[in-house]
């Protein structure tokens, strides 16, 4: 079939990344000029150019090549020029697809100007040509292979080997560096500070899309950092949760490089992969950090917890700072329908009967609670530095000891019982099987050891994650000190002073009490830094100052 002089003869140019290192032979410009030259050479009119730039050679979904691909198979295309035959490609399988099947079906007229290439010559496709394609595809793999010893070497020197996230822009001065974009962080540390003061993603997205907050993507392109597609209009502000996410999750924020987080399969797969923790490469405090690694640590801790709040009530500042004495589940904020006033937290397991109690307490009893503990460790630091620092060393030793040996045989205990139940379970199968067990009998035991079971498996994965905790504790009075000296006194919760100093409440059940007297409720205030600490309080501590005082006066008269 003689082409048509009304068919088009396509020009197309690709040049990948790792062609740019080959200089301007290879560039777009160039390949056109030479194109353009051969065309007009040989009388080929009605030329148009299709070019995909910076799009490796190893794909072959690209937007130019596909939009010519459509024009072949229109019958629109009787002719395809390219400068060589890793323009078309550099997989050689996929590159000898088209050159041998694909061209041929569409009578398509190919040229490869530079390997002399012509398919309507008898030799211009000759045994040459696929051993030309091998030899394209062992040059991308090789690049492949060079590029990732080259990420390794750069990773091991501590250097990050992927795009700097949204608030981060390459250090002008040295480009293997992030250094902060301004105006972006202000942004990203609005995130954060929003989050810890209690909104969900929703609403932090929503907050941003009503300040016309630009989208990363869209900040990039006006800082001339990123590439233009398309044009900007109302979804330049339109926010999403996934997006607030990943921002929220980003370890970068705080100083840290965090490469090989996802890897391809192969050269010739484009899709990214996840890879495991255990294979990243993480290399602390290299540049400068947005978020402090505390308040990271707390966002993070917002995020693995499962809130909710009831329709119609403020989100409470308690909120995943509780947790159970019996299974560690976060406490889940209620209120009562009649009582629209009490407010109060219980354990989130009991009603999946999960966890054996209620673990019940009332938000005001919370407050009162918390707002004593956090004033008296507060004025007893800035009074007594040095009685203080004394107590919270020699406590935390003490408390810690007798906690790990007492969780050790908690969890002794509850593993022995599991492996008790696993015999059970094993014994009344057996005799509902040989038709010693009636079934009711059977389905009875069954429900109870089944309840059992959960309970104790939860409470199992509740000590594990204690025991690991108080084994690798870290204890900084002096990070603890550093938050007293911002506050003179606390007069009041908010969310940035629980935020400042509370890690979590620990609620125990409050038990019946022995007639005529009242019952008592166990509740565990762990501060951020130094843990649980029994300090005296303040007034009393004073009158013990002046008392001890006056007696060494006297003596001294």
Known sequence: MKQSNKQITALYCRLSREDEQSGESNSI????????????????????????????????????????????????????????????????????????????????????????????????????????????????????????????????????????????????????????DEEAAEVVQRIYHMRLDGNSMDDIAAALRRDKVDLPSVHAIKIGHGCPNGRLDRAEYWWRTNLVSIILKNQSYVGDVINFKTYSRSYKLKERL??????????????????????????????????????????????????????????RYKYTTDKPHNHYFSCGKYRERLCSKTHHIRVDVLERLTLAAISNAVRFAREFEDEFVKIVVSEQYRRIQAAQKQNQRKLDTAKKREQELDIMFSRIYEDHALDKLPDSQYQKLLHKYQEEYNVLREQIRHLDAVVKEELSHEMDVNDFLKVVQRYTRVGELTP??????????????????????????????????????????????????????????????
């Not at 061209?103 to 008898?122: G, M, R, T």
Request: proline residues 4%; hydrophobic residues 30%; positive net charge.
């Open 29 to 180: 410009q160039n390949q056109r000029v030479l194109l353009t030259d051969y065309a007009d050479k040989h009388g080929y009119t009605n030329t148009k150019i299709y070019a995909d730039d910076g799009i490796s050679g190893v794909t072959f979904q690209r937007q130019g090549f596909q939009d010519m691909l459509e024009g072949i198979q229109a019958g629109e295309i009787g002719r395809v020029i390219v400068k060589d035959l890793s323009r078309l490609g550099r997989n050689f399988i996929e590159v000898g697809q088209y050159t041998d099947y694909i061209f041929p079906q569409h009578d398509i007229h190919f040229i490869a100007v530079l390997d002399n290439v012509d398919s309507k010559k008898q030799d211009g496709m000759d045994f040459i040509t696929p051993i030309k394609n091998i030899f394209n595809e062992m040059y991308i793999s090789d690049i492949s292979r060079k590029l990732r010893s080259s990420q390794r070497v750069k990773s091991s020197q501590g250097y990050p080997i992927g795009k700097p996230p949204y608030g981060y822009m390459r250090d002008p001065e040295n480009p293997k560096r992030w250094t902060v």
């Open 274 to 331: 996840h890879n495991d923790k255990e294979n990243w490469e993480v290399h602390h405090d290299v540049h400068e950090p947005i978020i402090s690694r505390h308040d990271w640590e707390l966002v993070q801790k917002t995020i693995s917890s499962k809130y909710r709040k009831p329709k119609h009530v403020e989100k409470n500042i308690f909120a995943s700072y509780l947790r159970c004495s019996n299974c560690g589940a976060n406490m």
């Open 496 to 557: 940035a002073i629980l935020r400042e100093f509370i890690h979590h409440i620990v609620v125990h059940h409050r038990e019946p009490a022995a007639i005529g007297e009242k019952p008592e409720q166990k509740v565990e205030v762990l501060f951020n830094f130094i843990g649980e600490v029994d300090l005296p309080d303040v007034e009393m501590r004073k009158k013990l100052h002046k008392s001890f005082g006056k007696e060494n006066r006297k003596q001294a008269v």
